[in-house]
């Protein structure tokens, strides 16, 4: 079986999914970066495929950029500019060619968290 990576974000200020957030994928390889894939969060706060599917795994470094800014704005909870969080970069390794990565976010405007999940 081959890996995949997914993401999904959830807005824990209001309680729920942050539906309509972009998120950009970089494979990173010393100082170049690479664009991978490009989407944006459904009602259910996850991208409607993986953001890098079993087709086009590999394993290396990456790295996610959530624009968490304009999320913010969009949804009425973006305050004085410049506002606290704007771009929220990500980087992570995966090593595992056969595994699911999975990395979340947890967002409110002041704060964010992140794990590897299931």
Do not use: W
Not at 30 to 50: F, I, K, Q, Y
Not at 75 to 93: H, K, N, T, V, W
């Amino acid at each position: 079986m081959a890996g995949y990576l997914t993401t999904h974000v959830l807005d824990t200020a209001r309680g729920c999914p942050a539906d309509g957030l972009k998120i950009t994928l970089f494979a990173l390889n010393g100082d170049d970066r690479e664009v991978l894939a490009e989407m944006v969060t459904n009602a259910d706060g996850r991208t409607d495929s993986p953001i890098l599917p079993a087709e086009r795994f590999r394993t290396g470094q990456f790295e996610l950029v959530f624009a968490a800014g304009d999320y913010l704005r969009a949804s009425g909870q973006g305050a004085e500019e410049p506002l606290f969080l704007d771009d929220i970069p990500i980087r992570f390794g995966m090593n595992d060619a056969g595994a699911h990565y999975h990395v979340p976010l947890l967002l409110s405007p002041y704060g964010y968290s992140t794990y590897r999940g299931s």
